[in-house]
């Protein structure tokens, strides 16, 4: 895949299963900050007060550079780390996965809870739509007015989304490409006559 594409997921969703009398409800979410997974993590416990276990794994960044695992009062390593295990295998980031954990009276070992975890996490996942986002660079131009033609022709051939604009005698362009065409376009409106600035 290229560097500057990542996979998600485009919305939330919600699976169930049964092992061994215990309950094992799964849940996917787009997520893109620490504040949404708390939030949803937050919901889920008030919705699910008296379930057993809200066990969960989330990876954040284009890269998944950021990442969690928790079990939440299971053995160590027996749910937190085979749900984000599922999400590196699928190659997810931006993603948060919760197994809220009804525990039905049978015990189910460490093996077993590590299948039912990885079981739940990956049913979540396959029932989620995949999609793919690139990784954005966001760019201001000013240029003079007299630079206007040159600067809308390379904008029209490098195709960089257009978030603001304003034109006076100077004139300011709020750019957002992918990484991967980020340098060209730099360096063709630099040569129109444009000063850029990074956000």
Request: aromatic share 8%; charged share 25%; proline share 4%.
């Amino acid at each position: 895949m290229a560097e500057d594409l990542y996979k998600t997921i485009a919305a939330p969703v919600e699976v169930a299963m049964r092992e061994r009398s215990s309950k094992f409800l799964s849940y996917i979410y787009p997520v893109q900050s620490e504040e949404q997974i708390r939030e949803a993590l937050d919901a889920l416990r008030k919705r699910f007060f008296d379930a057993t276990h809200y066990c969960y794994a989330w990876r954040l960044g284009p890269h998944g550079e950021q990442y969690r695992a928790n079990d939440d009062g299971e053995p160590s390593g027996t749910a937190g780390k085979p749900i984000l295990g599922q999400l590196l295998s699928h190659e997810l980031t931006d993603c948060l996965v919760v197994v809220v954990r009804y525990f039905g009276g049978t015990k189910l070992g460490v093996p077993g809870l590590i299948a039912a975890y990885k079981e739940s996490a990956q049913q979540a996942i396959e029932a989620a739509e995949v999609i793919e986002k690139t990784v954005d660079r966001s760019i201001t131009a000013h240029f003079p007015y007299l630079s206007m033609n040159d600067v809308m022709r390379i904008i029209k051939e490098e195709q960089p989304r257009i978030s603001g604009q304003e034109f006076d005698n100077l004139c300011t362009m709020h750019l957002t490409i992918r990484e991967s065409q980020a340098e060209k376009l730099i360096e063709r409106l630099k040569k129109a006559g444009a000063s850029i600035l990074e956000e």
